[in-house]
Nanobody, 115 residues
């Protein structure tokens, strides 16, 4: 089992920045891809960004140029730097890691962007 704990969410004005962090613990050997997803009010959960063990990244079009995903394999942490936040970025943000064929999810952290 892998345990994930997110932190860094909160309330910010449009145009502001937040940095999300996710700490992985437990059976972390073999974790390959890590990513951030979000679920807005009344919406389905969607990919925000993901990063492979080799550092290659993939971003959703709506965050390209504004968000940056990074990982520290030595510390087993995942981060998401969010700049230029918009009200439509309001959502619960979830950390996800993949280990083998199994996905593990964090509990989520709320991000609210006021206009």
């Amino acid at each position: 089992q892998v345990q994930l704990v997110e932190s860094g969410g909160g309330l910010v004005q449009a145009g502001g920045s937040l940095r999300l962090s996710c700490a992985a613990s437990g059976s972390i050997l073999g974790i390959n891809s890590m990513g951030w997803y979000r679920q807005g009010p009344g919406k389905q959960r969607e990919l925000v960004a993901e990063i492979g063990i080799d550092g290659r990244t993939n971003y959703a079009d709506y965050v390209k140029g504004r968000f940056t995903i990074s990982r520290d394999n030595a510390k087993n942490t995942l981060s998401l730097q969010m700049n230029g936040l918009k009200p439509e970025d309001t959502a619960v943000y979830y950390c996800k890691v993949r280990r083998g064929w199994v996905n593990y999810w964090g509990q989520g952290t709320q991000v609210t962007v006021s206009s």
